[in-house]
């Protein structure tokens, strides 16, 4: 069974960076295998919203949101998805998820229905 395994989430000032990191586990161990791998965010009370994909092929999509500020990359052998963060705004926190699919790659897709999620690394911006 495929896990994902996020890590590298804290507490930082508006302003500051962040780097998050993602691992895979199980019978599917590296990340490479998958089609389309990608980060989604959800703060308190709110819905989930995709932040950023990469497809096997390394096309990337990232939100209007974060656009210019986070950057989504694999590992050299793409054992390891990355999401580095910078120029934090309060409005950046969230818990960061993230996800897997094998059929299709988007942001509403990674967030909504991935075939694949980790247990989420908590993101805290204070102003």
Known sequence: QVQLLESGGGSVQAGGSLRLSCAASGYTASIANFYCMGWFRQAPGGGREGVATITQHGATR??????????????????????????????DTAMYYCAADNVVCGLASISMRPSYLGQGTQVTVSS
């Open 62 to 91: 990232v939100a209007d949101s974060v656009k210019g500020r986070f950057t989504i990359s694999g590992g050299n052998a793409r054992n390891t998805l990355y999401l580095q963060m910078d120029s934090l705004k309060p409005e």
